[in-house]
């Protein structure tokens, strides 16, 4: 091994142990008098990252770029970096530089179509794509990627490619679960919605084949957050279909989006000590401490007066998130109960949401959110701003202005105008939101009513009213 390969494993392992004062200055050592970028500069624009010396770690990420040539791989994590400090055409650029390094690796390729993507670039993505399944074949995330850039048509579409790939009698579970998903989402696209269900059950069922879960342990997860933030606790005074609506708020000035981070949940479990299991410890942190740290992670220092969290997920935080935050503005979006398992069990997630791909699991999941969703507007009644989302794609006009004056931010009808939006965009409906606001999602499960009788009728069986 090489003296930098070696101070780099070394730095690593000083980080992992939680030396990070040694680790940097380890990695330091290595870089010193550098004269091409190599893998440390990346390492230590990361750990810079995670110490919360952000200035410094986009200086390394420009000091390593002016370097000659380095391997691919640096290029690679350094461009990572630049997406993690929100320099997303700086990072397009770096994975550029990557695949110019390494054109026949497709992972760079790959990386650079996910960069195209999240800027909106859905034709220059679509190109690169097909470069990189032409240099192999068995990268199977980029057919995904490839058929969610755009809504496919008889004329124009990856149908067959796909289908003979799965019918091969070797095919691996990976290409059944991603090339699943993709053929399942095309044969939507063109209206063959038997065809596409058989696709999604399919890539659903493989999926599920490897997860090690049980849906019981969310239900009394979701049952226990809703045990300890009584009505009590949650009045008392602190001290101190998501995407479309983080499209509109953000194309109003004074408004920014982190994404779907989790740096509400990090600050909260940082802040969860004392005994007792999380959820009591979680429920007794200390509010100002929680506010504080999660204000040093989301950059509240920013010129945007108001910054947008949109993980869907902080849905089982709402009572600490008003605890520590009394001023924060908790925007709520309600779909029909179908349409929202619809959606989520023909998408495949990248982690998380265990739930989606079994259609009873999903069912009971749902109930037990809606219970936690219930027990939410008891203890917190107006602090809850609820938007219907059939209201939003109906009337987004009317319905955006009502939120903008609940949020207090200025309104402009431009909002709506969701394809104009040139901000990044890094969540699954990356392509979908470059197109103008549609309402044709709403009721498409309807076309795969026959095929979801055992979700409607885990829905009914908790109590859940749902159209005939």
């Not at 380095?70 to 929100?86: I, Q, R």
């Not at 579970?173 to 696209?189: F, N, P, Q």
Request: proline share 4%; aromatic share 8%.
């Amino acid at each position: 091994m090489s003296s930098s390969l070696s101070s780099l494993h070394e730095a690593q392992q000083l980080a992992k142990a939680g030396r990070l004062e040694e680790a940097l200055r380890c990695a330091e050592r290595a870089v010193a008098g550098a004269h091409t970028c190599l893998p440390e500069h990346a390492f230590l624009a990361s750990l810079l990252f995670k110490m919360g010396r952000i200035r410094d770690a986009e200086q390394m990420i420009d000091l390593a770029e002016a370097l000659p040539a380095g391997v691919a791989d640096t290029y690679d994590g350094l461009a990572w970096m630049s997406m993690a400090l929100g320099r997303h055409e700086g990072a397009n650029a770096l994975y550029r530089r990557a695949t110019e390094v390494a054109p026949q690796d497709p992972r760079f390729w790959y990386n650079l179509a996910c960069s195209e993507r999240s800027l909106g670039r859905l034709i220059e993505a679509e190109a690169v794509c097909d470069r990189a399944i032409a240099i192999d074949a068995r990268q199977y995330p980029t057919y995904l990627l490839r058929s969610e850039l755009r809504v496919q048509s008889p004329q124009a579409n990856h149908i067959a490619e796909l289908e003979s790939h799965l019918a091969r009698p070797d095919v691996e579970h990976r290409a059944r679960v991603l090339l699943g998903y993709a053929l399942a989402k095309e044969l939507d696209d063109v209206g063959r919605f038997d065809d596409a269900f058989h696709w999604f059950a399919t890539a659903a069922a493989a999926r599920r084949s490897r997860l090690a879960y049980e849906v019981a342990t969310d239900e009394r997860k979701l049952a226990r957050i809703a045990e300890v933030y009584p009505r009590s606790l949650c009045a008392q005074p602190a001290r101190s279909g998501t995407t479309l609506l983080e499209r509109i708020l953000t194309g109003l000035p004074g408004a920014r989006s982190n994404g779907e981070t989790d740096n509400f949940s990090t600050a909260l479990l940082a802040a969860a000590r004392g005994s007792g299991d999380v959820f009591q410890r979680a429920a007794a942190a200390d509010p100002d401490t929680v506010g504080a740290s999660y204000a040093r992670r989301a950059d509240v220092g920013n010129t945007a007066a108001r910054i947008i969290e949109k993980l869907p997920l902080n849905y089982l935080y709402l009572g600490a998130i008003l605890r520590a935050l009394p001023q924060a503005r908790v925007l709520v979006v309600k779909r029909s109960p179908l349409d929202s398992c619809f959606a989520m069990y023909r998408t495949l997630f990248a982690a998380g949401y265990p739930f989606s791909y079994h259609l009873e699991e999903l069912g009971r999941y749902y109930a037990a959110y809606g219970q936690l969703m219930d027990h939410w507007r008891s203890v917190l009644g107006g602090s809850l701003y609820e938007i219907v989302y059939e209201d939003l794609v109906r009337d987004p006009k009317r319905t955006g202005a009502a939120i903008a004056a609940h949020c207090g931010l200025p309104w402009s009808d431009a909002a709506v105008d969701i394809q104009n939006n040139k901000s990044v965009s890094l969540t699954a409906s990356a392509a979908q939101i470059r197109r103008p606001i549609y309402g044709s999602s709403s009721g498409r499960w309807r076309y795969y009513r026959g095929h979801l009788q055992p979700l409607i009728d885990t829905l009914r069986g908790h109590g859940m009213t749902l159209p005939e």
